[in-house]
């Protein structure tokens, strides 16, 4: 990484020489014209870039840096998919850290209700407590009901 640093920087510095000073702040913007998804100042960037380039009247230095612009390119692709991927990780490893805190939330309250169930005792007939939706909790011979408190479901 450290080198393609260093590579890039080398292209710069020789666009410059080929090009005229202000070339690489007009790269700089077509980068990032393009990472922040900002189609008229890339197509701005572009056009600059493109008159730099046909204003070059030697025909070797106009081909190197047509040459580096594709070098560049590349990387600015290269860039940006891994942008884009470190983006879909960091978006994953949110997920599940709201999915696990959900999960813990969702346990925290059964462990409360259970709590609950477990201090007012089995129903008078000495049956379990089974959930039945909402707060509602029915004795499993079926002919008692218990309701947990609000605060207890969610």
Same mark, same amino acid.
């Given at each position: 990484e450290e080198e393609e640093e260093e590579d890039m920087d080398s292209m710069f510095d020789e666009m410059e020489s080929l090009c005229g000073n202000g070339v690489g702040d007009i790269i700089r913007?077509?980068?990032?014209?393009?990472?922040?998804?900002?189609?008229?100042?890339?197509?701005?960037?572009?056009?600059?870039?493109?008159?730099?380039?046909?204003?070059?009247?030697? @025909?070797?230095?106009?081909? %190197?840096?047509?040459? =580096?612009?594709?070098?560049?390119? #590349?990387?600015? +692709? !290269?860039?940006?998919?891994?942008?884009? @991927?470190?983006?879909?990780? %960091?978006?994953?490893? =949110?997920?599940?850290?709201?999915? #696990?805190?959900? +999960? !813990?939330r969702k346990v925290t309250l059964e462990k409360k209700r259970q709590e609950y169930l477990r201090l007012n005792g089995r129903c008078c007939a000495g049956f379990a407590w089974i959930h039945q939706g909402g707060s509602l909790y029915?004795?499993?011979?079926?002919?008692?009901?218990?309701?947990?408190?609000?605060?207890l479901m969610s």
């Amino acid at each position: 990484e450290e080198e393609e640093e260093e590579d890039m920087d080398s292209m710069f510095d020789e666009m410059e020489s080929l090009c005229g000073n202000g070339v690489g702040d007009i790269i700089r913007r077509l980068n990032e014209s393009i990472f922040a998804g900002d189609k008229a100042e890339k197509e701005r960037s572009e056009a600059n870039l493109k008159q730099r380039v046909d204003a070059i009247n030697d @025909e070797n230095n106009k081909q %190197r840096v047509r040459n =580096l612009l594709h070098l560049m390119e #590349e990387n600015r +692709r !290269r860039a940006f998919l891994a942008f884009q @991927e470190a983006e879909r990780k %960091r978006k994953a490893e =949110l997920k599940r850290i709201r999915d #696990e805190e959900e +999960r !813990r939330r969702k346990v925290t309250l059964e462990k409360k209700r259970q709590e609950y169930l477990r201090l007012n005792g089995r129903c008078c007939a000495g049956f379990a407590w089974i959930h039945q939706g909402g707060s509602l909790y029915r004795c499993s011979a079926g002919g008692h009901t218990c309701h947990v408190p609000q605060h207890l479901m969610s």
